[in-house]
């Protein structure tokens, strides 16, 4: 623990702060620093893949979709390898959602099902007839962007 010590004392001297309640001042820099090394370590949602689900109340697709997909979905590989975020058509339109910024060409209809990386777009599925064609629209989407990935967990 001596070295923790001399590291803490050494941080406050350049950072020219004085403690000046001693205990409670290194437990405060502790506190600072802990959270500072835990939010850097953990990854932003804009750094991940994953399928933004565009949707509307009305629309019947999306209704079939959401019976026949939506509860197993993040229970399989490929659920595990695109985490799915579900936004309203009217939010995305309206740009009230952060990831409407990260797509240049329009959505026109729903279901729309776009496969982001970071805030970049690699590829999307326009519309849902059946849970057959969405899974392999889906596993399409996944060959070309991450044929590694996608054959390394499906062994």
Same mark, same amino acid.
């Given at each position: 623990m001596p070295g923790f010590f001399q590291a803490q004392a050494s941080l406050l001297q350049r950072t020219r702060l004085r403690p000046r309640a001693g205990l409670s001042t290194v437990i405060t820099l502790r506190l600072l620093l802990g959270f500072a090394l835990t939010s850097a370590s953990l990854p932003s949602v804009a750094d991940t893949d994953q399928l933004v689900y565009i949707s509307a109340p009305d629309c019947t697709a999306c209704q079939?979709? =959401?019976?026949e997909v939506g509860p197993s979905y993040s229970q399989t590989l490929e659920g595990r390898l695109l985490p799915m975020t579900r936004i309203k058509l009217s939010d995305w339109r309206a740009g009230t959602h952060p990831l409407s910024q990260c797509v240049d060409t329009p959505v026109v209809g729903t279901p729309?099902?776009?496969? +982001?990386?970071?805030?970049g777009e690699l590829d999307r599925i326009y519309g849902y007839?059946? =849970?057959?064609l969405f899974w392999m629209a889906l596993r399409r989407m996944l060959d070309n962007a991450a044929p590694?990935? +996608?054959s390394d967990l499906s062994h």
């Open positions: 079939q979709f =959401d019976a729309t099902f776009i496969y +982001l990386r970071g805030c007839s059946s =849970d057959e590694a990935a +996608l």
